[in-house]
């Protein structure tokens, strides 16, 4: 009794073996990076969309304020420097060339181009409007400037986000065709952004899944090498973390990722994996980058770009792998195969193995500079086994545990007071 008791507290802690197995992966944009497409490790291609349908996308959380800009094919936009909401009839453009342009964030979906125009003094200032305490309603106080993927300007405003909508005013520079406009929140249920085609005059229902069926987003965006530059790459979604790993002799064994530090960095993957190379007129994929992708239902996959065909076909090609998995039980406990307890830890660690598919596993403790500090064999049976390892001579610090087991391997940090 004891033994099943330890072993359910402990459940929390532990993370499921899995045989490994890469597989080859194709996911594309078609010919001039004409579309934009959301991705499921576990379930592949999610859906394509074109990238030119809109101009604007609306943060769809509860009280999301953010606004984006369609940046990354050709959308650009300026704070106006003379005037506010009240100067909206006199908008004038002189100078506009020589205007600083401003640009969604490239590490969060929810950094948009239109909040970076915010007073750092006022903390109700979302960057197009202020909120207001008593009313709970956002007031814009801000015009803009929008170059649309035509080529053709607009002036801009957003009038007010109240009642779980947007609604917006935009025209010609000289007041003409001025259209009032709305995104309701509730019209996209469990998306992540609702879009508005400026040039078509409507609102778009843009991405073809909802955003727990979607881990990465293929397509343009704008990038910071340091000025800003339109790139064509791999996003990271909403609820994903993602670790890089550069200088990896082995790209194909390589499985290191216990020790590492997961970021919610969306562009962590990005476009830098990949070089254009003028001689020869195609792409150069990095040999020596890994890429660790912690889903939202807790898995960790490994991925590797190998191929990118460029504006040709669109083409993204790497390989993808899940190395561990959070699953749960009937009663939605985690269904956890190995434990490391207690972890921090200071002079013993128990190593709990239960349900192997083998009676002998291999188990190893590293430092972060790879040397092998502990290597043990076990033999034994598969139905929990517990394991006490001293580690009261090791130095303070983060360790890596790894366990082989027949096909199966499991890594996981651990910490030594």
Known sequence: MKKSILFTALLFAGSQFLNAQSTI?????????????????ENGDQGTKTAADWDLAFDLGGFGTSIRINSGNGVLLYAYPNGDVNDWAM???????????????ESTWFEGALDQNINPNDPFDVGWGIYD?????????????????DDTYRKLRIDQMAGGAFDFTFANLDGTNEVQAQVVKADYTDKLFGYYSIQNEVAVDHEPVTVENWDLFFGKYTGFIPTPYNLTGIIAGPNTEVVQIDGVSDVANYNDWGAETFTTDISTIGADWKEFVFSSMSYEIADDVVYFVKTQAGDVWKLIPTGFGGS?????EFTKEKISALSTDE???????????????????????????????????????????????????????????????FESGVYLVKVNSGEEYFNQKLIIK
């Open 331 to 393: 009663n939605g406990l985690p269904n956890a195969e190995v434990v490391v307890y207690p972890n921090p830890a200071k002079e013993n660690v128990s190593l709990i193995l239960n349900n192997m598919n083998s009676n002998s596993s291999t188990v190893q403790i590293l430092n972060l500079n790879g040397q092998v500090l502990f290597n043990e064999n076990y033999v034994g049976s598969s139905n929990f086994e517990v394991k006490n390892i001293p580690v009261s001579s």
């Open 91 to 105: 908008v004038d453009t002189t100078g506009l060339s020589t205007w600083e342009a401003v640009y969604n964030s």
């Open 312 to 316: 040709s076909n669109g083409d993204f």
């Open 25 to 41: 992966e194709t996911v594309s944009i078609g010919a001039g990076y004409a579309d934009e497409t959301w991705y499921s490790l």
């Open 133 to 149: 305490m008593n009313t709970h309603i956002i007031s814009g106080d801000s015009i803009f400037i929008i170059k649309l993927i």
